[in-house]
C-alpha cells in the first residue's frame, strides 16, 4: 500500500467554482505535510505547506487532521490558470518526502 | 540564480548502455535528492545526498550510482540502462531537511 493516498480524478470544474482534494497517509509518525502542484510536462513546486491549525493562501485553504491522518486543500473561486495536478506530500523523520500520485485539476470556462 | 538545472532535457538509450544524468543547484543547498516519476506511481526517490561526500539510498536505488564531491553538482550514473528505467528523472535541492525542496526541470529518459 502507497504511503500516500489520493483520488487521481480527473475533477473538472467550472471558473469560479469551489473544489476540495483530500489524501490519506498511512504513517503516524509523519512529521511534515505539503501541497505540491505539477503543471503538464513540468516539475513539481511547492503550493504550501499544512499545519495542524490550518493555514490559508489567499484562495487555497489546507487542513491537518492527524488523528485520522488525513490531509485536504481547497480551492476557492477557481481560475482556469489552477489547471494542474495537485500533489499531496508528507515527510518522516528523515529527508524524503513521500509523493501520493497526484489529483488532476481542470478548470474549465 | 538559475536555481536547479539539469541536463539533458530528452535522451534515448539503447538497452545496455551507460549514462550520467547532470543536475546542479546554484542556491548553496546541502540536500539534493533524484526522484524518478511514472505513470500512475507518483515520484519516488532513487537516491540523495545531505552534503558534499555524502549520499545514501532511497526507496528504488537498484540500477543508480550517485555521487557529491562538490556542493553544487549531484550527477545520477545509469550503468547498464534497462527498459524498466524509462521514466522522467527530476533533481531536487533543499537548504535544509526541514526546508521546501526545489525541483530542476527534469530529464526525459527512454530505453529501448
Known amino acids: 500500500r502507497k504511503e500516500v493516498e489520493q483520488d487521481p480524478g480527473p475533477f473538472n470544474v467550472p471558473e469560479g467554482a469551489t473544489v476540495a482534494f483530500n489524501c490519506t497517509y498511512s504513517?503516524?509518525?509523519?512529521?511534515?505535510f505539503f501541497w505540491y502542484r505539477q503543471d503538464c510536462r513540468k516539475e513539481p513546486k511547492l503550493l504550501m505547506s499544512v499545519y495542524s491549525s490550518g493555514n490559508e493562501d489567499g484562495r487555497f485553504t489546507a487542513q491537518l487532521n492527524r488523528a485520522s491522518q488525513y490531509i485536504s486543500l481547497l480551492i476557492r473561486d477557481s481560475k482556469l490558470s489552477d489547471s494542474a495536478t495537485y500533489l499531496c506530500v508528507t515527510r518522516n523523520s528523515g529527508y524524503a518526502l513521500n509523493f501520493g500520485k497526484g489529483t488532476s485539476l481542470l478548470v474549465t470556462p | 540564480n538559475a536555481g536547479v538545472t539539469q541536463t539533458p532535457k530528452f535522451q534515448v538509450l539503447k538497452t545496455g548502455q551507460s549514462m550520467t544524468l547532470q543536475c546542479a543547484q546554484d542556491m548553496n543547498h546541502e540536500y539534493m535528492s533524484w526522484y524518478r516519476q511514472d505513470p500512475g506511481m507518483g515520484l519516488r526517490l532513487i537516491h540523495y545526498?545531505?552534503?558534499?561526500?555524502?549520499?545514501d539510498q532511497g526507496e528504488v536505488p537498484n540500477g543508480y550510482n550517485v555521487s557529491r564531491s562538490t556542493t553544487e553538482d549531484f550527477p545520477l550514473r545509469l550503468l547498464s540502462a534497462a527498459p524498466s528505467q524509462t521514466s522522467v528523472y527530476f533533481c531536487a535541492s533543499s537548504y535544509s531537511g526541514d526546508d521546501e525542496q526545489f525541483f530542476g526541470p527534469g530529464t526525459r529518459l527512454t530505453v529501448l
Open positions: 504513517n503516524s509518525a509523519s512529521q511534515s
Open positions: 545526498s545531505v552534503g558534499a561526500g555524502i549520499t
